[in-house]
Every structure is written in C-alpha cells, then in structure tokens.
C-alpha cells in the first residue's frame, strides 16, 4: 500500500492562493473507467449470512473518458476515449482543454496527476510552447485526495451507473454522457463538488 503524503495539505493551500489572486483560472484533470457490470451502492443479505459472497458478472467492458472540471464555476469538458489512454489521446484532449479554456482570457493552470503519459516527450514541445497561458501543474504521487474531479467520478458513479444493469455497454457511455451535458456550462453542483477555498 503507497503511504499518505507527507503534508498533503500544502499544495492545496499553494492552489487555493492561485485561485485567489484572480488572474488565473484552475482546471482538474483525469481520466476514468465506468464498467458495465459490478457497481453496487447498496443491497440487501439476510442477517444468517454472516460473510456473504457478492459474485459479479465476469465481463471487463467499460467505456473510457478524459475529464476536466473549471475550480471556480464547475464547467465540465469531456471527450470518450475508444482505444487507450496514452500520450496521443492525452495530447488531443489537451488541445481540447486549452481551446476550450483560453476563452476566459485568463492563465489556464491544469492539475494533473503523475500518469507517465502526463509528462510524455511526444507533447513535451507543444507544453513548454503554450506554458506561458496553459500549464500543467502535477500533483504529489498517491494522492488522489487532492485531485477535486476524483469527486466527480464518484458522483457520476452513484447517479448514472450504481445499481443499474446495462445490456450493453454502449448504455453506460449513454446514462454517463446525458450526466456529464449538463454540466458543460458553469453550474453549481460541479462548483460546491469541486471547492478548495
């Protein structure tokens, strides 16, 4: 099991105090898996099963997404994944994220965790280029605490997947994506979710 990070609150204050001084505008960044089988939020056993045995469905399918979520109104910017999450398909959402992101007019500051396609040499040109407006900042290892859209996921999770059966997986990308619409526009769940000041 990785160990905690030493004073994991010390790049929180450092964020928040960049959010503050209002010349810049704070995104978080991630991907995630939604499976088709397996997403249980609660059941019921009978009380003369004192360790019971929860099987699931033996398929691995799942739907792939890179997310990034604006601190400060809670704007949403999301793109499916249909191969793998690499250095190529981590490029593209990120000229999407900047297109995206530069309309504010502000400096775009990107939380990242330490994924190795993160700090790939195939974009490490286009990032020194553009770290002037758009810059990404990489968070301690093992600490997926302080990365605001983990929240995020977990949301989406238990209102479009928990407790669900999907015939196909092609229904989970539909139930997640109809949740994540909503959000392309500032809005306050996303804004309360996300919050670090």
Known sequence: MPKPTPN?????KKIAEVALCGTTDVWSLDEVHFQQHGSRCRMWIPPECKDPVVLHHPTRK?????????LADGKFVFQRELSAFN???????M??????????????????DNAR????VLHADWRSDCAERFSLLYLPPYSPELNPIERVWKL????????RYFAHVEEVAHAV????????????????LC???
């Not at 994991?8 to 929180?12: A, I, K, S, T």
């Open 62 to 70: 799942s739907v792939g997404y890179f997310g990034a979520v604006r």
């Open 195 to 197: 919050a670090i000041i």
């Open 8 to 12: 994991g609150n010390r790049p929180l």
């Open 156 to 163: 989406t999770r238990r209102l479009a997947t928990h407790n």
């Open 87 to 93: 250095a190529d398909t981590f490029w593209t959402f």
């Open 95 to 112: 000229k999407k994220l900047r297109r995206i992101s530069s309309h504010s007019g502000r400096r775009v500051l990107v939380l990242a």
């Open 177 to 192: 994506e109809s949740l994540f619409e909503k959000w392309r526009a500032a809005n306050t769940t996303l804004s309360k």
């Open 117 to 120: 396609y993160h700090h790939a």
